[in-house]
Structure formats: structure tokens, C-alpha cells
């Protein structure tokens, strides 16, 4: 099983568990790891990463503490995917299938992801922290395909509503986000809009890693309403 983890020419035993951690949430969310799907014993995928097997028990510690594992004894761990929990999954009902309108979703977020934005800066540890700017930095790579910088921006949001540490917001963002990446067509993401949307994550960073909530948030409502406009005039 393998986890692309960006570290150029150093050895895989320098892998620390957030990079694990984000690698496999990269995997996931991005369909490499479908739901369902049982992980190698810890033992053959800690050797396929050439890391420590409690190197990799804190990758999946924090990839359990944000839904996107099940890990039981006898059963082995299994990949859950974004919303698994019951009571999160109650919470989207009213929400509506995959196609439920755009703007609707759009009009979703610009709700909800500025007070989630607030809620990471004002929560979110120096390890959550470093993380996100580590994601950040991968979206800047110029040599990404469209589907590639998709997936990190969709990361990188899912990221900021997990550091809100609210499972329930996570669930929600990801059943608004499923909807808009229905939605969305192929020449949405042309490099020009790429260079905004990385402008515009900067500054939502730049406000979290300073712990300014009300910074956070408006940075957060400002990309949403260009993700508005860029969207609906596409």
C-alpha cells in the first residue's frame, strides 16, 4: 500500500505521524481508500512505510480521532470515510442527495466556514498547526493537475473543521462539500484560479497560525464568496 508523502530524496524512516496521517487522509478522501476498505496488519504496513509500529499507531490515532478510521480488536482497521458516525450522519439528512443545487451548498459554507475558520484559530494546537501549514505548502506546487490541487483544497477545509474540534461541523462541511464537488466541471480549475485559491488559503493560514479568530473568519468569507463568484459565473 502506497502513500505518496512528498519528502523528496530523505529516508522513509524519518516519516513522522502527522505526514503518515495526512498521506492516508489524502488517500481517503480522495478515493484511493474507500470505505470499507480493511488496512494491512500493523505490522506489514509499518514495514511497507518503514516506520516504527508506534510511529504509525499515532498516525492512526489521529486519523481515528477524525472519523476516518474504525479500529477494533479482532476486526483490524478499517477505513471509514468522511460522515461515518450515526449521530453526524443524522445531522446531513436534511441536507439532500449530491443533487441538491449549488447554490444551496455555496450559500452552506458561506454560513458555516467562517465561524469554523474562527474556531481553529482559537483552537487549534502547535501540532494541528504545523500540520495545516505542511498542507498549505503542498498546494503551492505548481507541477499539481487540476485533480490533484481538488483534492488538497478539499483537504485542506476538511483539515481546518477538524481543528475546530467539533466532529459535527466536520460532517456537515463534508456532505456541503460532496454536493459542490458534484457540481463542479473540469475547466473550473484553470491555473489562474488555482493562484487565487492559493492566495486566498495563505490568508486564512496566515490568520490560524496566529490564533486571530476574527481574521480567520473574514479571510474564510472572503475566499468563499470568490469561490461564489468563480463558480457560478463558470
Given at each position: 500500500?502506497?502513500?505518496?508523502?512528498?519528502?523528496?530524496?530523505?529516508?522513509?524512516?524519518?516519516?513522522?505521524?502527522?505526514?503518515?496521517?495526512?498521506?492516508?487522509?489524502?488517500?481517503?478522501?480522495?478515493?484511493?481508500?474507500?470505505?470499507?476498505?480493511?488496512?494491512?496488519?500493523?505490522?506489514?504496513?509499518?514495514?511497507?512505510l518503514g516506520v516504527s509500529r508506534s510511529t504509525l499507531r499515532d498516525a492512526l490515532r489521529k486519523l481515528e480521532v477524525r472519523g476516518l478510521i474504525d479500529r477494533r480488536r479482532g476486526r483490524g482497521t478499517i477505513v471509514q470515510g468522511p460522515a461515518a458516525h450515526p449521530h453526524e450522519v443524522a445531522l446531513t439528512d436534511g441536507l439532500g442527495g449530491t443533487d441538491a443545487p449549488l447554490w444551496q451548498a455555496l450559500e452552506v459554507r458561506a454560513c458555516v466556514e467562517p465561524p469554523v475558520a474562527a474556531l481553529a484559530a482559537d483552537r487549534a494546537s502547535e501540532v494541528d498547526l504545523r500540520h495545516l501549514a505542511r498542507l498549505e505548502q503542498r498546494m503551492s506546487d505548481t507541477g499539481l493537475s487540476p485533480s490533484q490541487f481538488a483534492i488538497l483544497d478539499q483537504l485542506f477545509h476538511r483539515t481546518i473543521a477538524v481543528y475546530s474540534h467539533n466532529p459535527m461541523l466536520v460532517s456537515l462541511l463534508d456532505r456541503v462539500t460532496e454536493i459542490i464537488t458534484v457540481s463542479r466541471q473540469s475547466p473550473y480549475l484553470t491555473a489562474a484560479r488555482q493562484q487565487s485559491s492559493i492566495k486566498e488559503h495563505h490568508a486564512i493560514l496566515a490568520a490560524i497560525l496566529d490564533h486571530d479568530p476574527a481574521r480567520a473568519s473574514d479571510a474564510a468569507s472572503h475566499h468563499i464568496d470568490s469561490l461564489r463568484s468563480r463558480l457560478v459565473s463558470h
Open positions: 500500500m502506497d502513500f505518496h508523502t512528498d519528502r523528496g530524496n530523505e529516508s522513509p524512516q524519518a516519516l513522522k505521524p502527522d505526514e503518515i496521517a495526512l498521506s492516508m487522509e489524502e488517500a481517503i478522501i480522495g478515493g484511493k481508500l474507500a470505505p470499507d476498505t480493511k488496512l494491512p496488519p500493523e505490522t506489514v504496513l509499518a514495514r511497507e
